[in-house]
């Protein structure tokens, strides 16, 4: 009758699935390579770099005067492995920096790249506030595409009024563990 064909049109597939399959069995699926594509090999650059942050005090002093002075916190270290020909985003405890290669010279394993720097504020750090941006360029040294910064640059980041925001020296570390240029006075806001 009519009213059972429709039932078996639903069950077969269901019946074909459950067949064993030989694919594995067929020598011709085994001896057959496949065309993979090869994922492309993306150099990438080692950037030590060191944060100092100021931490701002307000004092209470007599008839009510308050003061305000910036106490520096210890350099905190990171390491950031930058992608060398496309932009690249770290996010480091309370800052956002963003590096933009600029020049790249294999042949010379010369490297230029912009940092740019933004604090990071509120709650779950959703509120960001661009502090400046620096150019450093140097020689770069490794192999198998994993290659470590050795250009110097020392920073020190101030806002509007002239307070201090943020030390920062971008490079290897000397023999006594600290970086040869020591952050200046000029910032580019």
Do not use: C
Not at 47 to 54: A, D, E, G, Q, T
Not at 62 to 83: N, Q, V
């Amino acid at each position: 009758m009519f009213f059972f064909k429709p039932i078996k049109v639903f069950f077969i597939p269901l019946l074909l699935l459950a067949l064993p399959t030989f694919a594995l069995d067929d020598p011709r699926v085994l001896t057959q390579p496949r065309e993979l594509k090869r994922p492309k090999r993306i150099a990438r650059v080692r950037i030590p770099i060191k944060i100092r942050n100021y931490n701002k005090i307000l004092v209470k002093k007599l008839h009510g005067k308050i003061e305000d002075f910036f106490r520096p916190s210890s350099f905190r270290s990171y390491r950031l492995r930058a992608r060398i020909d496309k932009k690249n985003d770290f996010y480091l405890g309370g800052w956002h920096i963003e590096s933009i290669p600029v020049k790249w010279n294999r042949a010379k394993l010369y490297w230029e790249v912009k940092l740019r720097f933004h604090k990071r504020y509120g709650k779950k750090r959703g509120l960001e506030e661009f502090v400046g941006t620096t150019y450093v360029a140097g020689l770069v040294d490794g192999k198998n595409f994993l290659y470590n910064f050795q250009g110097k640059k020392g920073l020190k980041f101030k806002n509007t009024l002239g307070q201090p925001i943020a030390d920062i020296l971008i490079g290897p570390p000397d023999e006594k563990g600290l970086a040869k240029n020591k952050p200046g006075t000029r910032s580019t806001l």
